[in-house]
């Protein structure tokens, strides 16, 4: 049996997996309040898929879709800070 090799070199070579760059993790932090956001958002969403939701229920899911709309309109518009007060 012939073993079956690559007879051309890589076009493009691989890197050492060194992490993610500073520009990487500053795109990253800028993006945080709206990953936390949504990550709040899927936490209202799961507590309602068992169960009939309730106001608070309701309340929690407007209050987390909010969050989310304001956290990308923050991002598109470019200011930073906490977007939507305490969690």
Not at 27 to 40: C, T
């Amino acid at each position: 049996m012939k073993p079956i090799v690559a007879r051309q070199s890589a076009v493009t070579p691989a890197e050492p997996d060194s992490g993610p760059t500073a520009a990487e993790l500053d795109a990253i932090e800028s993006e945080l309040p709206l990953i936390l956001a949504e990550v709040d958002l899927l936490d209202a969403q799961i507590i309602t898929l068992d169960r009939v939701p309730t106001d608070l229920d309701a309340r929690r899911l407007r209050r987390a879709r909010r969050r989310v709309l304001a956290a990308r309109r923050a991002l598109a518009n470019g200011t930073t800070g906490l977007v939507g007060g305490a969690a």
